[in-house]
């Protein structure tokens, strides 16, 4: 999907407005709604009594195809992804349907149920895997994983941290890192959303079963590790999930998989790998946001993206990693 190009700011607009005019909401009132690390933006419409969402995910820097096929596949299987009410991929839009404001994150900082809206995330997680992920969808392969560790040494090391680290430190690095990530495939390869967490889940208790879970910000799913989305949720870099938490939705996972193929000490060695994947890559990431885009707010959560990749640094099988991520503190 890279055949899309930069269309002049003028045919942008004009797509938009035909856009929104051939779905009746031309004459809609708009307000932003908060974004993401992307270069999407959005917007609430409002018409009468009624709502919808706007992506603008402006091109060939953002494609709105992934996030099309995505909602399409989910909604099939029975899961709350928004509708799609019309779409222009080549200029970068998508007129959605709105799943309201009730993010998990302010769901829980509210007083819910915060075991059950895990519960009914862990669920929704487990249901989906037991579909074969659509094959249009890449691998999270060992050289996309990889690339994204190398963040760490590359941002955080050498530019948050101002380190000097050497070709041959950051080669034994990668390369402790290939051997880690054997253990991180413990089962059959799934659909990975990549971003699941409480600021990506939406609560819609008037829905029923499975349904009551709404999903954002999955146009990066890839084909990759069972327990990576469960780590995303348990090890999350934006709140804090107690050790119990976490413990209680891995139990969960183990109980409601319709997977077979794997044990629960290679799942939970799979879940550590994920876990320290993400946030070795998460960490690099946020000080590329903060320090080539701008985002400064991203160095806010490095404390507890640090703490919760000390937490899976932790098991047997990363003590090497443990050891020498220690060296560079």
């Known amino acids: 999907m890279t055949d899309l190009v930069a269309l002049p700011q003028e045919t942008r607009l004009a797509a938009r407005q035909n856009l929104?005019?051939?779905?009746?909401?031309?004459?809609?009132?708009?307000?932003?709604?908060?974004?993401?690390?992307?270069?999407?933006?959005?917007?609430?419409?409002?018409?009468?009594?009624?709502?919808a969402v706007l992506m603008d995910a402006p091109p060939p820097q953002e494609d709105v195809r992934p996030f099309v096929a995505m909602a399409n596949w989910l909604k099939v299987k029975g899961l709350s992804a928004p509708e799609l009410y019309a779409v222009n991929a080549d200029a970068g839009y998508i007129l959605l349907e709105d799943l309201g404001d009730g993010l998990y994150s302010s769901e829980m900082a509210s007083g819910a149920d915060e075991a059950r809206l895990y519960d009914a995330a862990v669920d929704v997680l487990a249901a989906w895997q037991q579909h074969a992920p659509p094959e249009e969808f890449p691998p999270y392969d060992d050289d996309f994983l990889l690339l994204e560790v190398s963040y760490f040494f590359d941002w955080y090391l050498k530019q948050h941290l101002g380190q000097s680290v050497t070709d041959d430190q950051r080669s034994d690095f990668l390369g402790l890192w290939q051997t880690l990530l054997a253990g991180m495939n413990p089962g059959p390869r799934v659909l990975v959303l990549r971003d699941y967490h409480a600021d990506n889940l939406l609560w819609l208790p008037d829905r029923a079963g499975l349904a009551k879970v709404g999903l954002l910000d999955f146009q990066g799913a890839l084909i990759g590790s069972v327990a990576y989305d469960l780590a995303s949720l348990a090890r999350d870099v934006r709140r804090n999930v107690s050790d119990e938490m976490a413990e209680h939705m891995i139990a969960r996972y183990l109980s409601v998989t319709p997977l077979d193929g794997f044990d629960e000490a290679e799942f939970r060695t799979?879940?550590?790998i994920a876990g320290a994947q993400r946030n070795t890559k998460i960490a690099g990431l946020f000080v590329r946001l903060a320090l080539r885009d701008g985002k400064l707010q991203y160095l806010d959560y490095l404390p507890h993206v640090m703490a919760m990749l000390k937490k899976d640094l932790a098991h047997p099988r990363l003590q090497s990693l443990e050891k020498m991520m220690t060296e560079h503190e």
Do not use: I, M, N, V
């Open 20 to 51: 929104l005019k051939g779905a009746g909401w031309d004459q809609a009132r708009a307000e932003p709604l908060a974004g993401d690390a992307s270069l999407r933006s959005y917007q609430r419409l409002h018409r009468d009594s009624e709502t």
């Open 270 to 272: 799979a879940f550590a």
